[in-house]
T-cell receptor, first 110, second 113 residues
Framework: GQNIDQPTEMTATEGAIVQINCTYQ??????LFWYQQHAGEAPTFLSY????GLEEKGRFSSFLSRSKGYSYLLLKELQMKDSASYLC???????????FGAGTQVVVTP | DVKVTQSSRYLVKRTGEKVFLECVQDMDHENMFWYRQDPGLGLRLIYF???????EKGDIPEGYSVSREKKERFSLILESASTNQTSMYLC????????????FGPGTRLTVL
């Protein structure tokens, strides 16, 4: 079956770094996405990994290890506006379907 | 800017009613998706469509149907609403191809009484 696991909640201080881990076991793999979702809003795309390694985009970086079924999203220099839910999603077929984890709620405190 | 719009932000219906949720995208995307989002369960795929008049079941299609008569519009239909269909419904669209991300609408919070 499909299984995508990520922590339920993480708390960090403004200016700090937080790493959100995601492990997956899916029937296929064609890439991993990270989305950000603020309360009451639509998810918005953050990053995409299909090959092993690190992808950096400003304060956000995402890492993938396909052999370990593992990814993380790294948020640096945390800001209050980064308080949101972060969703890990795996594309498990050759079309566009995504399997989502339950999301990690990140709380940034002053 | 890609825009995905949904017909209602909030909807309250009674058990047994037929419910229509509409989704429109303005970027000529081939793919469109309907999800429901529940606390602790994440987003679960109900139905998706790769082309006009084409539909495929997702992970939880029971109790739902869809319609895609035009490329830009994808409708989700609850034939006879039940209380366990109370949820947040999110529509998404994307270009075809493996690397293309999905763009989401703002969601419709449906309450079935």
């Amino acid at each position: 079956g499909q299984n995508i696991d990520q922590p339920t909640e993480m708390t960090a201080t403004e200016g700090a770094i937080v790493q959100i881990n995601c492990t997956y076991q899916t029937s296929g793999f064609n890439g991993l996405f990270w989305y950000q979702q603020h309360a009451g809003e639509a998810p918005t795309f953050l990053s995409y990994n299909v090959l092993d390694g690190l992808e950096e985009k400003g304060r956000f970086s995402s890492f993938l290890s396909r052999s370990k079924g593992y990814s993380y999203l790294l948020l640096k220099e945390l800001q209050m506006k980064d308080s949101a839910s972060y969703l890990c999603a795996v594309r498990d077929d050759s079309w566009g379907k995504l399997q989502f984890g339950a999301g990690t709620q990140v709380v940034v405190t002053p | 800017d890609v825009k995905v719009t949904q017909s209602s932000r909030y909807l309250v219906k009674r058990t047994g009613e037929k419910v229509f949720l509409e989704c429109v995208q303005d970027m000529d995307h081939e793919n469109m998706f309907w999800y429901r989002q529940d606390p602790g369960l994440g987003l679960r795929l109900i139905y998706f469509s790769y082309d006009v008049k084409m539909k495929e079941k997702g992970d939880i299609p029971e109790g739902y149907s869809v319609s895609r008569e035009k490329k830009e519009r994808f409708s989700l239909i609850l034939e006879s609403a039940s209380t366990n269909q109370t949820s947040m419904y999110l529509c998404a669209s994307s270009f075809g191809g493996q690397t293309n991300e999905q763009f989401f609408g703002p969601g419709t919070r449906l309450t079935v009484l």
